[in-house]
């Protein structure tokens, strides 16, 4: 039966996005949906979700302190190819650099870096916190279903900028465009919460979760 591991490394309340996705993968016959930090549950799984919630540096050193959890996420996704869902920072990890209060190296899946948010109307206040309408850019399996107007919650006062911006599936218009959701090969990430996304999440929960690149 296929596995799903969210990957647990004690960064945010993990609990809507285990339900969300243990609701959907019951729904949709996708097999058994864990969350755990071990690197050899990891380096079983036929899917892989990293949530994250908080600085972009205390993410990345949670993970780096997990022993083996960065090396079984790499093995997994980059040397097996196995289905990658990055979730708020767990996303913005797959990028080169993260600039939040210091430069902090990222995964490097994807060429980019993650920058403050500036928007062009002063109105507009930091963090982009709420829901917003999703502009889909790019065509991916685990977007079928979604389309440009579609609702999705963001919380975060920085976002990704891609260096290909083939990378950039899709974005949001909060004072100018901001990077919704990035990815090549078998590797996604969301910057918005799906589990928290209502439809437009559970869809793409669901299409993540039957997967199969």
């Given at each position: 039966?296929?596995?799903?591991v969210v990957v647990d490394y004690e960064s945010?309340?993990?609990?809507?996005?285990?339900?969300?996705?243990q609701r959907m993968a019951a729904e949709t016959?996708?097999?058994?949906?864990?969350?755990?930090?071990?690197?050899?549950?990891?380096?079983?799984?036929?899917?892989?979700?990293?949530?994250?919630?908080?600085?972009?540096?205390?993410?990345?050193?949670?993970?780096?302190?997990?022993?083996?959890?960065?090396?079984?996420?790499?093995?997994?996704?980059?040397?097996?190819?196995?289905?990658?869902?990055g979730i708020c920072i767990g996303m913005q990890?797959?990028?080169?650099?993260?600039?939040?209060?210091?430069?902090?190296?990222?995964?490097?899946?994807?060429?980019?870096?993650?920058?403050?948010?500036?928007?062009?109307?002063?109105?507009?206040?930091?963090?982009?916190?709420?829901?917003?309408?999703?502009?889909?850019?790019?065509?991916?399996?685990?977007?079928?279903?979604?389309?440009?107007?579609?609702?999705?919650?963001?919380?975060?006062?920085?976002?990704?900028?891609?260096?290909?911006?083939?990378?950039?599936?899709?974005?949001?218009?909060?004072?100018?465009?901001?990077?919704?959701?990035?990815?090549?090969?078998?590797?996604?990430?969301?910057?918005?919460?799906?589990?928290?996304?209502?439809?437009?999440?559970?869809?793409?929960?669901?299409?993540?979760?039957?997967?199969?690149?």
């Open positions: 039966m296929p596995l799903t945010g309340n993990l609990h809507s996005a285990e339900k969300a996705f016959g996708a097999g058994d949906v864990v969350v755990s930090g071990k690197p050899e549950d990891v380096a079983r799984a036929d899917r892989i979700v990293l949530p994250g919630d908080g600085a972009f540096p205390s993410c990345k050193a949670a993970i780096d302190g997990h022993s083996g959890l960065h090396e079984a996420i790499e093995e997994a996704v980059r040397g097996k190819g196995r289905p990658f869902l990890m797959m990028a080169t650099v993260g600039r939040e209060y210091q430069d902090t190296p990222g995964f490097g899946w994807i060429g980019g870096e993650v920058v403050a948010i500036t928007p062009e109307d002063p109105a507009l206040k930091v963090p982009h916190m709420g829901w917003n309408d999703l502009v889909v850019t790019g065509a991916h399996p685990v977007l079928e279903g979604l389309a440009t107007g579609d609702h999705a919650y963001f919380v975060h006062s920085y976002q990704v900028v891609v260096e290909d911006p083939a990378h950039r599936l899709a974005y949001a218009d909060y004072g100018g465009p901001v990077t919704a959701i990035i990815g090549r090969d078998t590797m996604i990430g969301t910057q918005f919460h799906p589990e928290k996304s209502q439809a437009a999440g559970l869809r793409l929960i669901s299409n993540f979760l039957s997967w199969a690149p």
